[in-house]
């Protein structure tokens, strides 16, 4: 399945999207980057059958923190499910992206009709060498769930050091995910 480019949509649209703020149960804390200690940037809101994902990675210092890294702190992503409202966005940080990115679910055996910002399953389209991550829980090798691509400005672009591509990964009977980018 794609994700194609589907316009702006509110900041705590329940939709996929990139961008805004980031829909969370209770209790969440925000989170912060292991090297640096800043607030990361919420990226990207997926909700999908598993749960709904949410993707941080540290921009404070771009290129300093191993943003890149799934396992370097300087990036976050969860899987949520239950009842869950716009979280509250720290005063300090680069924790926002300029700009809300609907993205429409697009049969990929279909004609693209807009703007590929991502795809769902299947097997990652690796820039670089495999980089699955194992579960932080169990150790197991995680499940690739979505590719998200830079985007198609700047305003809605995630850093992946241009022209990167980043990657979810899940481990569904943890609950835990994963993320990474190349380039």
Same mark, same amino acid.
């Given at each position: 399945?794609? %994700?194609?480019?589907? *316009?702006?949509?509110? +900041? !705590?649209?329940?939709?996929?999207?990139?961008?805004?703020?980031?829909?969370?149960? *209770?209790?969440?804390?925000? $989170?912060?980057?292991?090297?640096?200690? *800043?607030?990361?940037?919420?990226?990207?809101?997926?909700?999908? !059958?598993?749960?709904?994902?949410?993707?941080?990675?540290?921009?404070?210092?771009?290129?300093?923190? +191993? /943003?890149? +890294?799934?396992?370097?702190?300087?990036?976050?992503?969860?899987?949520?499910?239950?009842?869950?409202?716009?979280?509250?966005?720290?005063? /300090? *940080?680069?924790?926002?992206?300029?700009?809300?990115?609907? %993205?429409?679910?697009?049969?990929?055996?279909?004609?693209? /009709?807009?703007?590929? %910002?991502?795809? %769902?399953?299947? #097997?990652?389209?690796?820039?670089?060498? /495999?980089?699955?991550? !194992?579960?932080?829980?169990?150790?197991?090798?995680?499940?690739?769930?979505?590719?998200?691509? #830079?985007?198609?400005?700047?305003?809605?672009?995630?850093?992946?050091?241009?022209?990167?591509?980043?990657?979810?990964?899940?481990?569904? $009977?943890?609950? #835990?995910?994963?993320?990474?980018?190349?380039?």
């Amino acid at each position: 399945m794609l %994700l194609i480019h589907d *316009g702006e949509t509110t +900041d !705590d649209a329940s939709v996929p999207r990139t961008g805004g703020v980031p829909l969370v149960p *209770g209790g969440f804390v925000w $989170p912060t980057c292991r090297a640096c200690g *800043g607030a990361m940037q919420f990226l990207a809101h997926l909700p999908l !059958d598993t749960g709904v994902f949410s993707v941080f990675f540290c921009q404070n210092d771009p290129g300093m923190c +191993d /943003d890149w +890294d799934a396992a370097s702190g300087a990036n976050r992503a969860y899987v949520f499910s239950g009842e869950l409202t716009a979280a509250t966005v720290p005063a /300090d *940080g680069e924790t926002l992206l300029g700009a809300v990115t609907a %993205l429409r679910l697009h049969r990929d055996d279909e004609p693209v /009709d807009g703007l590929v %910002l991502g795809r %769902l399953g299947g #097997e990652p389209d690796w820039i670089q060498d /495999d980089e699955t991550p !194992d579960c932080p829980s169990c150790a197991t090798r995680m499940t690739f769930t979505a590719e998200l691509e #830079e985007g198609y400005d700047f305003a809605t672009s995630a850093n992946f050091g241009g022209g990167g591509r980043g990657y979810l990964f899940d481990c569904r $009977p943890c609950g #835990e995910a994963a993320f990474l980018w190349q380039r």
